[in-house]
């Protein structure tokens, strides 16, 4: 994250009125603003300046939100804020599937945007960064590099699978409710709890050698989830 005064954000869309739009109203609640016009300009000055969040469309020609998104969450963990077409569920869970942290609804409003910036700044800014290592289960996750082992042998998550197995290695034998993971690590005060059931279900798949009777991401009746070390 930046340390200068104005937090930096990126904005990454191939509608140059709306982006200037965007723009003018996040410069006047005192965002420092860059803008690209396509997704592999975006994801380069991303990666290169390292902007405080990204405000990303999802539909662009060449590179589109999704492939910015996942590259992005391979090497770094700026928050981003997609830009999704009304009724469009389907692409917001796949974008939120890959790590983005929040998104607005075409049309949307501005100032609701600004908001949403804001808040997914302040909730960035408040969480402690976890262990270098953290370790479980047979799992062992680097959170410099974002790397997951499992016995050894590299296992392939999602971003929020990461997200949410880093919950458990940092809290072991925890009991967590479905609503406040969905909080931890959705950052989701109001939202579906079976969105938390999904991803447990696809985590046992890659963790458990028995997903249907799992030792270690273990069901706590009448209460949600626990790693078991």
């Known amino acids: 994250m930046s340390s200068e005064a104005d937090p930096r954000v990126l904005v990454v869309d191939d509608d140059p009125a709306l982006a200037e739009v965007v723009a003018r109203y996040l410069r006047r609640d005192?965002?420092?603003?860059?803008?690209?016009?396509?997704?592999?300009?975006?994801?380069?000055k991303a990666l290169s300046t390292l902007p405080d969040l990204v405000v990303l469309d999802l539909m662009m020609p060449g590179m589109d939100g999704f492939e910015v998104c996942r590259r992005l969450r391979e090497t770094t963990?700026?928050?981003?804020?997609m830009l999704t077409a009304r009724g469009e569920e389907n692409d917001?869970?796949?974008?939120?599937?890959?790590?983005?942290d929040d998104y607005v609804t075409k049309p949307f409003s501005p100032r609701?945007?600004?908001?949403?910036?804001?808040?997914?700044?302040?909730?960035?800014?408040?969480e402690p960064a976890p262990p270098?290592?953290?370790?479980?289960?047979?799992?062992?996750i680097?959170?410099?590099?974002?790397?997951v082992r499992r016995r050894g042998e590299p296992l392939t998550l999602t971003a929020k699978e990461y997200d949410l197995l880093?919950?458990?290695?940092?809290?072991?034998?925890?009991?967590?409710?479905?609503?406040?993971?969905?909080?931890?690590v959705w950052g989701w005060s109001i939202g579906d709890a079976s969105t938390v059931t999904v991803h447990v279900r696809r985590l046992r798949e890659k963790v458990e050698d028995d997903p249907s009777a799992?030792?270690?991401?273990t069901t706590v009746r009448g209460v949600g989830y626990r790693w078991e070390p």
Do not use: K, M, Q, W
């Open 30 to 44: 005192g965002f420092d603003v860059d803008y690209a016009a396509d997704g592999a300009t975006g994801l380069h």
């Open 77 to 81: 963990a700026i928050p981003v804020v």
């Open 92 to 100: 917001r869970i796949a974008g939120l599937d890959l790590g983005a």
């Open 112 to 126: 609701e945007l600004a908001a949403r910036v804001r808040a997914v700044l302040r909730r960035a800014s408040a």
């Open 132 to 140: 270098a290592v953290l370790s479980g289960g047979g799992v062992e």
């Open 142 to 147: 680097d959170t410099l590099a974002h790397r």
């Open 166 to 184: 880093v919950c458990f290695l940092t809290n072991p034998g925890r009991a967590f409710r479905r609503e406040e993971l969905l909080e931890t």
């Open 214 to 217: 799992p030792r270690h991401l």
